[in-house]
């Protein structure tokens, strides 16, 4: 996928155990987005980065945390996971096409928190 | 509170049918509306974009329609074949300001009927 690679693809963990996600992408892009997916509630934007250490919120933001300390990874944490945050997350980045700025998404990594 | 509004949720259409999907946006200051394809198993990809300052742009058999005044775009793919069948996504973003971070619409599973 546009050389963005989402790890792990499948997890299962129990509520209350601490979760990371990997997005690592070879393209050098700077903008990095994590957004999770839902029923009924489209994609929702978690956080983004702008440049190594430089991370924002998005809309959705209470209980997760980032971190890229390079240009290619954007690490999305669950400190302690909840049963309401199983979904499926994706991970995107943000490159030029024909003038606009695109987001380009990774396959997406299914989380199961029982 | 969902900025950008879309329906219907599920559509099913006829080979060789028109398929309509509407979105519907709140913020004036989103500049940039693109629509994505999702199928399953994958993650979301770029099928076609606008700008609000053109009223209609068309690509191929997938054409969206901009009306400014009412806060509406839609999708309408002509000629619609079974490889069709997926989930369509409109979104929206202001663009650099924001961090180009896109909001979605709550997504359209669309089945073409052989």
């Known amino acids: 996928d546009a050389g963005i690679t989402q790890s792990p693809r499948h997890k299962v963990t129990e509520t209350g155990t601490p979760v990371t996600l990997r997005c690592h992408q070879t393209?050098?892009?700077?903008?990095m987005y994590w957004y999770r997916q839902d029923p009924g509630h489209g994609l929702r934007l978690i956080h983004y980065?702008?440049?190594?250490?430089?991370?924002d919120k998005g809309e959705v933001s209470d209980g997760y945390s980032v971190s890229r300390s390079k240009t290619e990874d954007f690490l999305l944490t669950l400190e302690s996971a909840t049963s309401s945050q199983t979904s499926v997350y994706f991970c995107?980045?943000?490159?030029?096409?024909?003038?606009?700025?695109?987001?380009?998404f990774g396959a997406g990594s299914r989380l199961t928190v029982l | 509170q969902q900025q950008v509004k879309q329906s219907p949720q599920s559509l099913i259409v006829q080979k060789g049918g028109i398929s309509i999907i509407n979105c519907a946006y709140e913020?004036?200051?989103?500049?940039?509306f693109p629509w994505y394809q999702q199928f399953p198993g994958k993650g979301p990809a770029l099928l076609i974009a606008?700008?609000?300052?053109?009223s209609e742009k068309k690509e191929g058999r997938f054409t969206i329609s901009f009306n400014k005044s009412a806060k509406q775009f839609s999708l309408h793919i002509m000629d619609s074949q079974p490889g069709d069948s997926a989930t369509y996504f409109c979104?929206?973003?202001?663009?650099?300001?924001?961090?180009?971070?896109?909001?979605f619409g709550e997504g359209t599973q669309l089945t073409v009927n052989p």
């Open positions: 995107a980045i943000r490159g030029r096409r024909a003038g606009a700025n695109v987001l380009t």
């Open positions: 393209e050098n892009h700077r903008y």
């Open positions: 980065s702008y440049g190594v250490k430089d991370t």
């Open positions: 913020n004036t200051a989103f500049d940039y």
């Open positions: 606008i700008r609000p300052d053109v």
């Open positions: 979104a929206a973003s202001m663009g650099e300001t924001s961090g180009s971070r896109l909001t």
